[in-house]
């Protein structure tokens, strides 16, 4: 909605129902990441925006530290402020955000509730359009209840860039090192230290009117959620077919790797496949079905399985 001529007031929720076709007494209803209530203003040349996201995840396969249970509720809420200096050719940007993450239900106990302070400053250059680079700082502070973990430090420092190598072909990526330290619960208290490099990368390209793709790869660490911290490596592919009038076809694959470090250690591997059929009813009323496959693997025995997920979803844009 639109309160002034430069400022606006948007809201977007995603809410869906989760039905098993085996333990039914799983089936609930959750509410997708991405919904959110924020407000942009515009003052000289800031651009501030002011928000509130939030999600119930019930799908433990969007978690791939989580295994053994289907029973596992997550809430995440975030509130905090995206500030962007315009200077012409380079932008400043300056972020806040507080963010709780509760899980309300799965094979934990007693509950555990994550709070973060969450920091992240950059800034970027862009000498001519269709190019930009810089640098970029983030950090993180966290306190952790219901785990073994007491306290978490993360901090990194990087650069990226963002570039149109041709009409058809985009790429962007970032490079940094990053340090992750915790502290174990118990007296006295044992603290843990996970740090290096993280990386990511990310290739698009339209290929032709029936087709384009997407490549993308990165390295992280960050916590997991039964405390301590995890390694993670993927690669995604991604396929946009425009074969048939009117619907569009989406293909993925993917693959994780991760290790897990501290109180469980854990090495992990997950292969994932999705496709989905989209078609457009209305201007404003969307719909698509889709399948998605995972398989995890894991060194510890029982943290292994496959999920089988269909989906069917309606989008309405007011």
Known sequence: ??????????????????????????????????????????????????????????NAYQDPTVSGSGNYTLFQNSVGQTTVWDLDKVKINFGYDHANYVSLSGNTSPQNTTASD??????????????????????????????????????????????????????????????????????????????GFYGQLALS?????????????????????????????????????????????????????GKQIGFSSETFDRYGAAINLGRAFTAKLSGSVGYQFYLRESDLAGRGYTANIFSLNLTYTF
């Not at 800031?46 to 509130?52: M, Q, R, S, V």
């Not at 916590?223 to 076809?249: C, D, M, P, Q, Y």
Request: net charge negative.
């Open 118 to 195: 969450l920091f992240s400053a950059s800034t970027a250059y862009a000498p001519r359009g269709g190019l930009s680079f810089g640098l970029e700082l983030s950090g993180g502070l966290t306190q952790l209840t219901g785990t073994n973990a007491q306290d978490a430090i993360q901090w990194s420092v990087g650069s990226f860039l963002d570039t149109q190598l041709s009409q058809y072909i985009h790429f962007k990526g970032s490079l940094g090192y990053t340090v992750y330290e915790l502290e174990q619960g118990g007296t006295p208290a044992v603290p843990l230290e996970s740090s």
């Open 205 to 257: 390209h339209n290929l032709n009117r029936f087709l384009s793709y997407s490549l993308s790869g990165g390295h992280s660490v960050t916590f997991a959620f039964l405390g301590g911290a995890v390694e993670l490596s993927s690669v995604t592919l991604g396929a946009t077919w425009n074969l048939l009038r009117k619907v569009t076809i989406g293909t993925t694959f993917a693959y994780e790797n």
């Open 1 to 58: 909605w639109s309160l002034t001529k430069k400022n606006t007031l948007n809201l977007s929720i995603g809410v869906g129902y989760l039905a098993y076709f085996q333990h039914s007494e799983l089936d609930r209803i959750f509410v997708t990441p991405g919904s959110e209530l924020s407000f942009d203003v515009y003052v000289g040349d800031f651009w501030i925006n002011l928000h509130d996201r939030f999600s119930l995840l019930q």
